[in-house]
């Protein structure tokens, strides 16, 4: 096992910077006062593909020496890595295949195709995206970058945590969602060096709580087919991020799939940015933990907004 180092992810960050947007912070009055905490939110909805993991994904891309890139990348993703990785293979003129739920959300397939990525379905669950992801990299060859369980795509995320801290100062705690774990273990790689006092949160749906369950018993627990309107916190804890939660993850909160409907509906209106489902979870489980969080400044990674607008969870 790679683990990325605090060095890798400085490397990443130069790499990327050229590709990736600077996202800019937000705060609301409103929530402040709903919470009784200073939020600031990191808008990662904002990157070109709409989510944080082209950060991951573009420093994969851009690593790749020139006879590997010719047989482009691979890999698995119930949808926003699976865009992230189309899009920074288009910006490299590179092939991208990629395996998805035949479930997941119409506007991110869309995303893949519009980006240039193939898609190829499976059925929504751990064990066949695997075994149909084996099938599409014998085929092509493709170099397979793993939508979280890689340290590029690790060292990547992490530069998401170096700009917010760069952003907004002397945050005390940082929460993002967590599903394979790629974004938490970026910022607790980033975290636990520049900033060893910020404790990091994890935020999880009740209804896929395995990374929760996993960092009670103190080992990984998989569920192999959960079901939350969460559809990007549906994988997993793999290895590698295991390794960042149970060293660096000062703790994991829940949400309702309810309680997400409800703080994604006051992001929206009191934010007046677009939060997916799976991104609205920190701010449920900020609400439904107020008294953790009162009298604290604390970042927020908004880390995806490509949703469904025919098929909004509240519709």
Partial sequence: MVIPSYEDMLAAHERIRPHIRLTPIRTSDYLNELTGAQLFFKCENLQEPGAFKVRGATNAVFGLDETQAAKGVATHSSGNHASCLSYAAMLRGIPCNVVMPRTAPQAKKDTVRRYGGKITECEPSTSSREETFAKVQAAT???FVHPY?????IAGQGTCAKEFMEQADGLEFV???????GMISGTCLTLSTLAPETKV????????DDAYRSFKAGYIIADDAPKTIADGLLVPL????WHFVSNHVSEIYTASDQEIVDAMKLAWKHLRVVLEPSSA???????KNRDVFAGKRVGVIITGGNVDLDKLPWN
């Fill in 238 to 241: 793999k290895e590698l991020t």
């Fill in 281 to 287: 979870v920190p701010l449920a489980t900020i609400l």
């Fill in 201 to 208: 949160i994890a935020a999880e749906p009740e209804q896929a």
């Fill in 149 to 153: 369980n890689d340290p590029r795509v």
């Fill in 141 to 143: 060859g493709g170099d």
């Fill in 175 to 181: 929460v993002a969602p967590i599903g394979g774990g």
